[in-house]
């Protein structure tokens, strides 16, 4: 780590180089690839609707070329409107840091947060991207925070208690203690209170990366989600808000797939990040086919169902928990 001495008015500082490898390996990975996760899981929609779609790199043409356009701001917009998506995007990257995305073991910044202060800064991040979305001065936007509002008291309370629960099984609030638990004990894996767990995260993140059937982008049925947030945007603000919305989707994925859903497979060491790239790909792909034949399989529900479904997800997540404090 870090270990710093006063010796005759000097500061002296070492670094642990292999830490700060891994360290730079884990957040270029998220930075880099999580658009194309994206690309692959609109491409493999396209193709099981029998459409030619869009090319897999198509999320990162589209980054490129608003970085090269100007971002226009409206008179009624206020500062917070300019410098939010600097702000969550910024969030984004200390979660990643904090989290076991690619390594299984703590990098440099994981001893800032646990699991609840990762799901603090989730939530954070959602709130400064609602507040910003007010300050542009739309009506079409304000529409579109209400709802983004009113789903994530049950989307935040899910996420909440699904990490309160796995403390409890796991005595710990550290997600790679959990990850090294369940790699250690494979009889926790099928319990019913991690079957349960698992269940109410896949809910929440179809629901958080947009897989849920009943989001639209168009005009005409105004069923405008979590896009109402960007909708003010354009140039870079639009592409730094579409970055950080990709990086939260690989966050919450990795999280997904590492601690409960396939916590196996990831290496240590400079050598073993490089080779849990790799392997991290193939869990997502996996993850990618399951999500697309969901998406594909259920006809699109009305928008007012969404509480319907994310209420079933807290109450999963509450099961859980119940679960969990009869277990200890």
Request: proline content about 4%; some cysteine.
């Amino acid at each position: 780590m870090i270990a710093s001495n006063f010796a005759k008015g000097e500061l002296e500082v070492s670094i642990d180089v292999t830490l700060l490898v891994e360290t730079l390996i884990q957040l270029f990975t998220v930075l880099l690839l999580s658009p194309l996760f994206i690309g692959i899981s609109n491409r493999l929609k396209a193709i099981v609707e029998s459409r030619r779609g869009p090319s897999i790199f198509q999320p990162y043409y589209d980054l490129m070329k608003l970085f090269r356009k100007q971002s226009l701001v409206s008179k009624s917009a206020g500062s917070v409107f300019v410098y939010a998506p600097y702000v969550a995007f910024a969030i984004y990257c200390l979660i990643s840091l904090v989290i076991p995305v690619v390594l299984p073991q703590p990098v440099y910044f994981t001893a800032t947060v646990d699991f609840f202060g990762g799901a603090l800064l989730f939530g954070l991040a959602g709130f400064i991207k609602m507040l910003a979305a007010m300050d542009s001065g739309s009506n079409f936007t304000a529409l579109g925070t209400a709802r983004v509002a009113s789903f994530s008291i049950f989307a935040e309370g899910t996420l909440i208690l699904v990490f309160f629960a796995v403390a409890l099984i796991t005595t710990t609030i550290n997600p790679y203690v959990t990850n090294a638990f369940l790699v250690a004990n494979p009889s926790a894996y099928l319990t019913l209170a991690h079957i349960s767990a698992a269940a109410a995260f896949l809910m929440l993140f179809i629901f958080e990366s947009g897989r849920l059937p009943v989001e639209s982008t168009g005009l005409m049925e105004l069923g405008m989600v979590d896009d109402a947030l960007s909708y003010e945007y354009s140039g870079k603000l639009l592409a730094i808000n579409k970055w950080g919305s990709y990086i939260k989707q690989y966050l919450l994925g990795a999280v997904l797939l590492n601690v409960f859903l396939i916590p196996w497979g990831l290496q240590t060491g400079v050598l073993g990040a490089l080779i849990d790239i790799p392997i991290m790909f193939v869990k997502w792909l996996a993850l990618i086919v399951a999500l697309v034949i969901i998406e594909t399989s259920f006809a699109k529900m009305r928008l007012f169902k969404i509480q319907d479904y994310l209420s079933i997800a807290f109450a999963l997540s509450l099961l859980f928990l119940i679960l969990s404090l009869v277990a200890t």
